[in-house]
């Protein structure tokens, strides 16, 4: 379900619990069967620029207003309708394109995937320009992955039902197989099939995939045997303990050879682990500032870090929320070199609250800045260098300048 997310709040949301920080965006999730279909040449679209169109790069949605989301909320629960559906309408007339409502099933099922397992195909969308739904990342190993589904496809339907211009939670329900009132239903079991339909350029196809049980696994460390290389670190994710196996990882490389952290891609995730990650590189210090309903808070980084193995982060299009938190504080403190793309802009603030039939609203409620005082929506974190092709070579040769490995 829901997966570009970064959520820093309660294990569990209960009715009147305080709210909490949330920087988020969506995780969907469902061996499939099926053949790219269309013209040859409709090849994969430019993904860093259709991540700049998406983030739309202009002055942010108004927020939702939260007294009318949860009075139509209570409303419709009077009057023995949905009220998650009436919620949901009242933040599509607001404009405001990052806030969301979950039914309460759908919300319980975000958490379990935080804590690393679910039931699904294995991919995570997000809205894209013109309302289009776009797989944003998809899983290694995953059912989607292994029906040759990739970042940057278009998913046009579920099960025959148009996902253009649907709420991203809705499509991603219908990929969970969850129930009218948002709970796992019978096809959100281990086997059952989803239908879609996609798009890459201009080729389109049909897939069957069937449901698998999953285990996220947001970071991944490759260490050169032999070479002299640096050690990557590729978080994809901010999920449970990812900051702790960000710090084992940075206490198992060499110290000469430096490391790579590779956010690209990353979707967000838990707020408190990209903090976490972040301290793996710090010693102390601000991490990020963000406000809420005009008041400022920040966020620090706990002491003990290290501070000087040589550090190159490669970023792109792809690299959201919370991921771009992390390598704007890097950048900022002067801690890193960011090498790639611009990120994609993804800097506001939400915060969950629950309605008056058990679903949640994540609504936004302020926005995010780097130890610099940079703003992030709609503009993203620009690298230091800019690299289209070639990028992690390039951050190589960089990390190797720095008194690291080439």
Known sequence: MPGPSAYDRPRRMRRGAALTLIFASLLATGAATGTWGGRAEGAVESRTAGHRA????????????????????????????????????????SGDRWSAIYTAGEFEDYQQQLDGAYVGVGLWVRQAAGGWIEVSRVQPGGPAALAGIAAGDRLCAVDGRASRGRPVTEVVGRLRGD???????????????????????????????????????????????????????????????????????????????????????????LVTEAVASAAAFLD?????????????????????????????????????????????ALQDR???????????????????SELADGSVAELTVGHYRTPSGRVVDGLGIIPDLTV??????RARTVLSGLGGGA
Do not use: C, W
């Open 179 to 269: 129930d009218k009132g948002g709970r796992p239903g019978r096809a959100a079991r281990t086997g059952t099939r989803v239908e879609l339909d996609l798009r890459r350029g201009t080729r389109q196809r049909h897939a069957i995939l069937h449901r698998a049980r999953l285990t996220a696994r947001n970071v991944t460390t490759d260490r050169p045997a032999g070479t002299g290389g640096p050690t990557r670190i590729k978080i994809a994710a901010f999920g449970k303990d990812t900051g702790a196996e960000v710090r084992r990882a940075v206490r198992a490389a060499a110290p000469r050879t430096g490391l790579l952290l590779d956010l690209r891609g990353n979707t967000g995730g």
């Open 388 to 393: 289209e092709d070639g990028a992690e070579k």
């Open 334 to 352: 002067g801690r890193a070199i960011v090498v790639g793309t611009p990120t994609f802009g993804k800097g506001s603030v939400q915060m969950p």
């Open 284 to 328: 102390g210090g601000l991490v990020a500032t963000y406000d809420v309903r005009g008041r400022e808070r920040a966020l620090y980084a706990e002491r003990g870090g290290n501070t000087r193995i040589p550090l190159v982060v490669l970023v792109d299009g792809g690299t959201m929320s919370a991921g771009e938190l992390l390598a704007g």
């Open 54 to 93: 998406a983030a739309g790069h202009g002055p942010p949605g108004r927020a939702a207003d939260r007294a009318a989301v949860e009075a139509a909320a209570a409303q419709a629960v009077e009057s023995g309708t949905s009220g998650s559906q009436a919620a949901a309408e009242v933040v599509s007339r």
